[in-house]
T-cell receptor, first 115, second 113 residues
């Protein structure tokens, strides 16, 4: 099955700096790569996603890049703000037996933005 | 107000007892999921259902059971066979399966005493 590794597990940055979180996946059949943000005590929410036919996608201060050859994808947050502090999860969607596609999540990155 | 609702938010259980976590959605989603969240381990899939009366085991199904008798409801039972049940449990739903956005509930924290 799919295996998703996420690094770093914790990341501390100064407000205004950039933050980069990296993920690798193992199944070359994976074709959908979302990122979820989970603020303390709240539910995870989708912040950006990318499909395998695209190399990069941006949405204001966040961007995701995908390298299918190397099987890795990254989340970039520019001009970080204290409200960006949260746990971020990457995921990869790959075929899962007879159940269609299934998301496998990385272990999460706790991002702390210091004012 | 559309969404996905989990209950209870906090639950305490004695060893050897079964407990059922509720998950209800009014988003008209076909697919529903249960994940377990432990510190540093991300979200691990317990069970998954694409359609009423059908469900599939995920990566860590042992000691858990589910049912999908209605499109809106996907309850999870944590049985006494689950060796380490203390965890945060998240229910989610999506329109088309795992290549679309997952909408999560607020979670249920189970503590076994």
């Amino acid at each position: 099955g799919e295996n998703v590794e996420q690094h770093p597990s914790t990341l501390s940055v100064q407000e205004g700096d950039s933050a980069v979180i990296k993920c690798t996946y193992s199944d070359s059949a994976s074709n959908y790569f979302p990122w979820y943000k989970q603020e303390l005590g709240k539910r995870p929410q989708l912040i950006i996603d990318i499909r395998s036919n695209v190399g990069e996608k941006k949405d204001q201060r966040i961007a995701v890049t995908l390298n299918k050859t190397a099987k890795h994808f990254s989340l970039h947050i520019t001009e970080t703000q204290p409200e960006d502090s949260a746990v971020y999860f990457c995921a990869a969607s790959s075929p899962f037996g007879n159940a269609g596609n299934m998301l496998t999540f990385g272990g999460g990155t706790r991002l702390m933005v210091k004012p | 107000d559309g969404g996905i609702t989990q209950s209870p938010k906090y639950l305490f259980r004695k060893e050897g007892q079964n407990v059922t976590l509720s998950c209800e959605q009014n988003l008209n989603h076909d697919a529903m999921y249960w994940y377990r969240q432990d510190p540093g381990q991300g979200l691990r899939l317990i069970y998954y259902s694409q359609i009423v009366n059908d469900f599939q085991k995920g990566d860590i199904a042992e000691g858990y059971s589910v049912s999908r008798e209605k499109k809106e409801s996907f309850p999870l039972t944590v049985t006494s066979a689950q060796k380490n049940p203390t965890a945060f449990y998240l229910c989610a739903s999506s329109m088309t399966g795992a290549t679309g956005e997952l909408f999560f509930g607020e979670g249920s924290r189970l503590t076994v005493l």
